[in-house]
Each structure stands twice: as structure tokens, then as C-alpha cells.
């Protein structure tokens, strides 16, 4: 794997990780409606990551992509793992 691998996968995810607080009662209800990549809980709420191509609804805030953004897309099936990978290891 070249160095910049990692760097240009997160890029790509760049528009399409976005974010919302939520009350931890309506986790279950989000993640049937949206492909939530990651939460965690802030202040009493629950921070959650959702992984879309446009934005899921006016409550959502556009983030800026990170590591964590791409492994926990990857891991939830949310990327083509065998096109990741590949780019990955490109010379």
C-alpha cells in the first residue's frame, strides 16, 4: 500500500459523510432510515455519522471526511471493499 492511499480513499468520501445529534432513544429509528456509519454519545445525545451521497435531511451537517469516517463505511458495507482495495494498492 502506497502512503497516500489512505489520504486520497478518505478524500473520496469527502460530500458524503454527514452529521446530527440525536436523542439516544431515536438511535434505532435512524438506523433503519439512514446508512449510519458511526455514533457516540455527547452531552446526553448521540452523535451520529451517516454515510450518503446527498443530504439525508435539513437536520444534517456536512463533515469533513476522516480515517474513521472511511474504516467504519468500509467495515459496514457501505464501500466496495474489493475497489478499495485495489485502489489502495496502486502502485
Not at 451520529?48 to 467495515?75: G, K, M, R
Given at each position: 500500500?502506497?502512503?497516500?492511499?489512505?489520504?486520497?480513499?478518505?478524500?473520496?468520501?469527502?460530500?458524503?459523510?454527514?452529521?446530527?445529534?440525536?436523542?439516544?432513544?431515536?438511535?434505532?429509528?435512524?438506523r433503519?432510515?439512514?446508512?449510519?456509519?458511526?455514533m457516540?454519545r455527547?452531552?446526553?445525545?448521540?452523535l451520529?455519522?451517516?454515510?450518503?451521497?446527498?443530504?439525508?435531511?435539513?437536520?444534517?451537517?456536512?463533515?469533513?471526511?476522516?480515517?474513521?469516517?472511511?474504516?467504519?463505511?468500509?467495515?459496514k458495507?457501505f464501500?466496495?471493499?474489493?475497489?478499495?482495495a485495489?485502489?489502495?494498492?496502486?502502485?
Open positions: 500500500m502506497t502512503v497516500g492511499a489512505p489520504a486520497a480513499l478518505v478524500e473520496e468520501l469527502n460530500g458524503r459523510i454527514w452529521k446530527r445529534s440525536i436523542p439516544p432513544t431515536e438511535l434505532a429509528a435512524y433503519e432510515r439512514f446508512q449510519v456509519i458511526s457516540r455527547f452531552a446526553g445525545q448521540t451520529i455519522h451517516v454515510f450518503s451521497n446527498q443530504q439525508p435531511d435539513s437536520s444534517f451537517e456536512l463533515v469533513t471526511a476522516d480515517l474513521e469516517d472511511l474504516y467504519f463505511a468500509t467495515i458495507g464501500l466496495q471493499p474489493a475497489a478499495t485495489a485502489r489502495m494498492n496502486r502502485p
